[in-house]
Structure formats: C-alpha cells, structure tokens
C-alpha cells in the first residue's frame, strides 16, 4: 500500500541554469505527468535527473523524458540522466534514448 | 361412383344407413303403387262414363221416338178415317176424335187436346175448327166448333196448303191456359171425294212429364240431359230463361262457346257425336258434350257431363294413400330408430367396457348385461378376451416381479461398480479433472480413473471392456483395480500394463478384453508419460488448436500375456488440455446410423474453455444433439484434463493504471518464490507494466467491468505470463514499430510501450477467443 500511496518523489536542486532532480520510485503512467508538471523550467539549460533510486522506468516516463527534452529545446537545454541502473539503461538504449544517459563510465 | 357411394354410405351410422334404404323402398313401393293406379283405373272409368252417357242419350231417344211414332199412328189412323167422312157429318168427326183419344187413354201418351180443322182447299187461313172438349178422365164431353179467321195466327209456321199427306210437328211451345209445355203433331187429310186437301188433324201433346223425368233426371250427380228441337230450341234447360227461349246457336253466342254451334249443325243434319269443352264454368275441369238425334221428329237429346267426375274419387284416393304413406314412413322411422338405437346402445356399452379393459379396468363383466342375440356372441367374445387377458396379466406379473428381483441385483451391481470410480475431483493449482460416464445398460464395460501416484504425479486412465452388462462389468472392476494397484510401484507404464495385460489373460476363458489409454502428467513440468493399449486416441489442445495425440496402438489388454507396451512421452504446456474418451463417444448414432465421429469431436473442442466440467457439458451437448434421442447402444466416457502447471498463479485486477502498483507486487512475490534473479524480475515487471497500462488505457470504452486477469507460471525454462481481458479485440503484436534511429526530440511518443515489450519477452503469442483478448509472453530463465 506504501507504493501506492507514493511510487514517485521528487527533490529539486536549483544552482543557476542548473536544476538537479532526485528522483525516488518509479516512473509510471500515473506519476509521470506530474514529473512533467512539477518541475519550473526557467531559465533552465541543463536539467540533471539523478537516478539512482529509481526502480522501473516504463514507456510513459520514457515519454515524460522526451517531452521535457522537447520542452528545453528551444532554450537550448538538455536533459540527462546520471547513476542509471543497467537495466534501466538497457531500457533507453532498447527505445534509442541513449542520448539521453551519461556515456558509461 | 359405386365406390364414392360405398364410401359416403360408411361415413354415416347404421341408424341413417337402415332409415335411408329402407323409407327409400316404401316410397318407390308406394309411388309405383299409385303410377299403376292411375295408369290402369283412370281410362276403364273414363271409358265407363262415356258407355253410361250414350245409354242414357239411347234411353230417352229411345222412349221419346216411341212416343212420336205412338202420336203419329194415332193420327193417321185418325186421317183414314176422315178420309171416308164427308164435312158434314158431324157425328162422324165426333167418333174419329173420340176413338183417337181414346187409343191415347191407353197408351202413355198425355195430350191437352185434339182437333179438326177443315178448310176450302184454296185457303187456308179461314175454316172450321172442331176441338174437342174432355175431362180429367180424357173422356170426351162435347164439341167445339169455332170459325177460324186466322188459322195462322195460331200455327205461323203452316201457311201454305198442304200439298202431300205427311206428318207435320209444330215446335214446342208453352201453353198459357194450361201452363204446360206442349206440342202439336198434325197431318192434312180430304174428306170423303175430294180431290185437293181441306181439312187436318191434330193432336196436342203434353211434354210436361217428360220435360220433369228430364229436368229430374242427374247423370253422375253434375251432368244433365238437355232435350233440343229442330230448330235447335232448348225444350228443356235447367235456368227457365234459356227454356224454350233461346236456341243452342244464341247460346252459343251469349256464352261465346263456338262448340256449341258445331253440335248446333251436327243435330240439324241429324248427326251424332261427342265434344269436349274445357273449363266450363259450371264444371270443375272439363266437360263432355255428347248429342244423338231422335228419329222421325228431327229433335234431339244432349247429355253434358263432368269427364273427371268419376276421377275425383280416384283422386281423393290418390291422397289418401300418400298421407298414409307419410304416416307409415313416420312410424317406420321412429321404429328403425328404436331398433337401431336398441342395437347401438349395446354395442356403445360393450365398446365403452372394451374401452376400460385397454385401461387396465377388467371389473365389469358382460353376464349382467341385457343384450339381444346378434350382440351377445360379441358380448361373450370380449368376456372371453377378459378372461384370457386376466390370466396373461396374472403370468406377466409373476415375470416382472421376478425381473423386479434381477433387476435390484443389478442395482447393487451398478452400485458397487459406481463406487469403485473415482468421484472426488482433487483441489490443485496445477490441474483440474472432470469425468462423465453414461452406461448404455444398467451396468456398463467403460471405467476411467484418477489418482496421484506421488504428491507431483498425477494419473488418468480410461478404458473400455469389450462386451457390456455383468460379465464386462466384473471383467472392468478387475481392470480397474488392477491398474492402480500395479500403478502405485512406481514404475513405468510399460512395466504397469504389461502387468496388468498378464494377470488379465490369466484365467481369462471368455476372451474378454479390455482397451485402455493411461497418462500420468509430472505436475511441475508438465512432462507426460502415456501408454496405449488399443484404445482410441486422446485430444490434446492448447490455446489456439486441438488435435489427435497420435500414440502407438499396442495390443489391447487381456489377450496375449507376452504383450509389449511402448511408453511415450510429450509436454504438457500450461493451459494445454487432454481429452480421453471411448468410442461411446465417436460412435455414438444417429436415427440415420451415421457415427458423431471425430471430426465434430474435434469441431466442438474449438469451443472449449479452461473449465474441464463445462467443457464435458459443451461435448455432451453436441452429441444429443447429434443423436436426437436415438437409444444409445455404447456406453459413453469421457474424461477432460486441464493443465495449469505447479507454479501457476493467477490475479484479476482491475483495468485502471492505479493498479500497476498491486501488480508489481503480486509478480515480485510470485518471482521470489521461484528464486528468479533480479534481472529477469525487472524484465518480467517492466514487460508486464506496459501490456497491462495499454489494456487499462485503451482496451475497454467504459470503467464498468473492465478488468485484466493475469496468469503467471513458470514451466521449465520459461516464466509465462497470460493477460486476459474482454476489452475491445486488439492485437498489439500488429503495432507498428517506432522510428528509434530518428533524432530523440524528433521522435512521435506513441508506440513506445509495445515495442518495448517485444524487445523484453522471448515469446509473444496472441488470440482472440470467447470475446476475449489473450495475450501470453515468456522470458526466459537465464542462468548468469
């Protein structure tokens, strides 16, 4: 019931042009919108998601990603994804998002 | 025609039938009767009158020309002697008259009076005339001599001088004085030397006695005599205005009847003759004219008479005859009606008795009936019928009840064999079984049987002793027990119906045999190991299809004790199913003795569901309905076994994306049971995610009862999962992909969920069967 309650939490960290967010949970159809929705993109060029705690990305947090992409584009910013788990990273590369993850280390 | 009568006339009763034929032959009988009547009768009567009229005419003819010549003789016997007298003898006149009146007296004749007239001979019309004078006695008294001025005036039809010695007769005229109606006959005469006639002699006779016999006289009650003179003159006619008045010719033409001119020129030619003149108003009908002249005078008898007089009677008769024929045919009816009604009432009582002996009701009898002779050898037939009917009852009952007695045995025969069956399906995750037998007699040849040999295999049998009833059914409980004791070792089926095939021949004098078909399924991973013996082979389904297992045959069990059984072995999948049968079922007829065969078999199965009761149900169905109730001759056996696998579990969720978080759960937890590593646990969960959030997005129009069951299993090397859902029919395996090599932020954001699930699973399988979307992917079970 937990997971239910709260599959997904956000926590922001503004330094300039940078945001950072930690993401805890999953991205799911339910809690990707509000990914979307929450985040105040102003002035921002690089968006930083760090995923270390995040369980299962599924196609609509895929889409959330792609959407918040698409929505820095004209600014000139970027999205990208650090600690990635290698299963979650076999997910972006099956979709051809691996633009998105940090080169491997 | 003869026989479209026959079959009207068997259309109705014995009563209308009797009432028919016979009222039929009085009425003909009568009809004849009265044809031949008239036919005969009326001409001989018609005949009769018209003899009767012409003798009555030939009577009075007769009898009134008697009285002319009887006039005449008188008179010329007057004549003569005037003849020798001279004028003035007076004395002489006075004899003549006298001795002519005289021969009056005694003759019939009446007279009024007699006379002499003498005369000059050049003139007639003056002279003397002698009348005699007499009394009531006709005897002479004086004489009367009168001078005649005008002898016309008293005779107007005598003008001239006589110029031969010839009778003259005056026409009949009434006389005032007397009145009476009279005639005058006169001859001329010469006295004594002369040479030219001067004198006559006349005689006045009196009619009036014949005018009454005349006017008295009827012919048949209606009919009348009319006497005519010369001249045509009524003398007699019952209306007094035509009498002596008028002539047949005027009457003629006052009553416009132009026969009566023909009879009219008929006498005045002194003819005779007969005229009919129809619908005389004085008559009823017709009237017969029949007419003769008298001799000598000229004058003549008329008889008119009714020619249907006679008839009448003969008429009345006529009708008198047919309202006693209506009365005899009323009677006849009303006692046809009797006597039939007599007679069908008794065959009514003995067919209603008949009746309740058919109904098993034999308590009246037929002695104490009242029956008529006819009647009663039907009456004792049934009573004999009774009796014998009573004893075959009476023997049948001893049979049935000793039939009765068998049949309870037989009883405790199905008894004992139903129980040695299995009935208690076993409660497993992996599997369900379901049975149904239907023997075709009272103890049936087919057994199946289940059972589990360990806690993780499970045994399914079905068999079929040739023969059927006690003999079959003793032979199948050694079968049956047979195999699941020989079973229980452990070893391989080959070992167990070799075994079984053994002890069977042993001893076996009747040849019986018994085919069998046995599996046992190795519920963990669904390796299964069978054996046939002769028997027909099983179907074997999955999800999309069914077919025959084709097993070898072998040799049926109980005939050769060194027989060899080859085991075989397949895979059972999960969701697979295995149908085992008799030929009960294949061979099962129709009214046209067509087998169900197991082409329908087969066709029926495509309709099979995961419920193995149902799906008997469904094949049950099928085959009344094939076989419409035609009696079965095999017994039927049937035996249905679905297969889930070990680890199979099951989940029905809701179709809502707010559920994603209880089916994560749900598969972490299963997959943890099975020791299944991480990195196959998240391929399975993100897999898993995106079919069930497309089904929960997309697959139902409505929330109402939108829900997705989800089952997982894990089968050799493969975890499967099942999503079904009874949303709209969409097969996502025919999704386009998405375009990956596209820049990122060029890229569509549809798509995506599908193709990663194709990426994720190893197999992929979709179907759309009972309005149901059925999904199934497997990951595979990698060791690392």
């Known amino acids: 019931m937990e997971e239910e309650a709260k599959t997904l939490k956000i926590e922001q960290t503004r ?13 799911d159809p339910n809690t990707s919108p509000e990914l979307v929705s929450s985040l105040d993109l102003e002035g921002v060029s690089l968006l930083y998601f760090d995923m270390k705690n995040v369980e299962y990305v599924f196609s609509s947090g895929l889409r959330a990603f792609l959407m918040l992409q698409k929505a820095l584009e004209p600014q000139g910013g970027i999205v990208k994804l650090i600690n990635v788990s290698d299963n979650i990273r076999n997910i972006f590369e099956y979709a051809g998002f691996e633009s998105m993850l940090d080169p491997k280390a | 025609m003869m026989t479209s009568f026959n079959s009207w006339l068997n259309n109705h009763s014995l009563k209308f039938k009797l009432n028919i034929s016979i009222l039929t032959c009085v009425l003909l009988g009568f009809l ?53 007298t001279s004028e003035s003898n007076l004395g002489a006149l006075q004899t003549v008259l006298n001795s002519a009146l005289k021969t009056v007296e005694s003759s019939d004749l009446k007279f009024t009076n007699a006379w002499v007239y003498a005369f000059p001979p050049e003139d007639v019309s003056q002279g003397t005339l002698y009348i005699s004078n007499h009394d009531e006695q006709n005897r002479l008294i004086d004489f009367h001599v009168e001078q005649v001025d005008n002898f016309y005036d008293f005779f107007p039809w005598f003008k001239k001088v006589p110029k031969e010695e010839k009778v003259y007769w005056s026409e009949p005229y009434f006389d005032k004085v007397l009145a009476k109606t009279v005639v005058t006959c006169l001859i001329p005469f010469k006295f004594a030397k002369q040479n030219d006639f001067n004198g006559l002699v006349a005689l006045t006779v009196d009619l009036s006695d014949i005018e009454r016999s005349i006017n008295n006289f009827s012919f048949y009650e209606t009919g009348k005599l009319l006497l005519l003179s010369r001249s045509g003159l009524y003398v007699t006619y019952p209306d007094p205005d035509v009498a002596l008045k008028m002539t047949i010719f005027e009457l003629a033409d006052k009553l416009n009847l132009p026969p009566l001119k023909t009879i009219g020129r008929d006498l005045a030619r002194g003819r005779k003759g007969q005229i009919s003149i129809p619908n005389l108003p004085v008559f009823k009908g017709t009237a017969v004219f029949y007419y003769a002249p008298i001799p000598n005078i000229g004058w003549s008898f008329c008889l008119v008479y009714e020619q249907n007089y006679l008839l009448r009677p003969l008429h009345k008769f006529k009708i008198m005859m047919l309202v006693s024929l209506a009365i005899c045919i009323l009677l006849l009816l009303f006692v046809i009606n009797w006597i039939s009604r007599n007679a069908t009432n008794q065959l009514i009582t003995l067919g209603n008795i008949a009746e309740n002996y058919g109904q098993g009701n034999f308590a009246e009898s037929f002695t104490d009936k009242p029956l008529s002779t006819d009647i009663k ?111 229980r070792s452990k ?107 197991e082409k329908r078999l087969l066709k029926i199965f495509e309709k099979a569901t995961e419920n193995p009761e149902e799906n008997l149900k469904i094949v049950l169905n099928d085959i009344k309905k094939f076989t419409q109730n035609t009696p079965q001759s095999d017994d039927i056996t049937m035996l249905d076994f679905v297969f889930y696998g070990a680890h199979f579990n099951s989940l029905t969720l809701a179709a809502d994306n707010k559920k994603i978080a209880d089916l994560i759960k749900f598969l972490k937890k299963d997959m943890n049971k099975h020791k299944i590593k991480e990195d196959t646990q998240f391929n399975v969960i993100m897999a898993a995610e995106e079919i069930f959030s497309n089904i929960a997005q997309y697959g139902y129009t409505t929330q109402k009862n939108a829900s997705v069951t989800i089952h997982v299993n894990k089968i050799a090397e493969y975890y499967t999962l099942t999503f079904i859902d009874n949303g709209k029919k969409y097969n996502p395996l025919k ?47 990698t060791e690392k």
């Open chain 2, 491 to 597: 070893r391989s089926l080959d070992f167990v119906f070799h075994h079984v095939n053994e002890q069977l021949c042993e001893g076996n004098d009747t040849c019986m045999f018994v085919t069998a078909f046995m599996a046992v399924i190795d519920l963990t991973t669904g390796l299964t190991k069978f054996v046939n013996a002769g028997h027909n082979p099983p179907l074997i389904c999955d999800k999309a299809k069914c077919q025959f297992l084709t097993p070898q045959r072998n040799i049926v069990l109980g005939i050769n004790p060194k027989a060899v059984f080859i085991e075989e072995t397949m895979q059972l999948n999960p969701h697979n199913q295995l149908f085992l049968y008799t030929d009960g079922v294949t061979e099962a007829e129709n009214k046209t003795k067509e087998f169900y065969g």
């Open chain 2, 377 to 487: 050898q039907l009456a004792k037939a049934l009573s004999d019928m009774r009796i014998n009917l009573l004893d075959y009852i009476n023997k049948e009952r001893n049979v049935a009840s000793e039939k009765q007695k068998a049949l309870s045995e037989l009883d405790i025969a199905r008894h004992i064999q139903n129980s040695a069956l299995a009935t208690k399906y076993p409660q497993n995750k992996a599997f369900q079984v379901a049975t149904k037998m239907i023997p075709a007699q009272q103890v049936g040849g087919d057994f199946y049987d289940f059972f589990f040999i360990d806690s993780n295999k499970f045994a399914v049998v079905v068999a079929d002793v040739s023969g059927k009833g006690i003999p079959a059914s003793l032979y199948m409980m050694k079968a049956l027990t047979l195999i699941k004791n020989i079973s």
């Open chain 1, 15 to 27: 330094e300039g042009y940078k945001l950072t967010c930690k993401l805890t949970g999953w991205l």
């Open chain 2, 735 to 781: 999704n386009k992909n998405p375009d990956i090599t596209q820049k990122i932020t060029e890229r569509s954001i549809g798509g995506l969920g599908v193709f990663l699930t194709k990426k994720l699973a190893d197999t992929l399988t979709y179907t759309y069967q009972n309005r149901q979307n059925v999904l199934t992917i497997g990951i595979k079970l």
């Open chain 2, 32 to 84: 004849c009767l009265v044809f031949l009547i008239s036919k005969q009768a009326e001409p001989i009567i018609k005949s009769q009158i018209d003899d009767n009229a012409q003798k009555t005419v030939e009577t009075y003819g007769h009898e009134f020309a008697h009285l002319v010549s009887d006039t005449e003789n008188i008179i010329i016997n007057a004549k003569n002697t005037l003849n020798q």
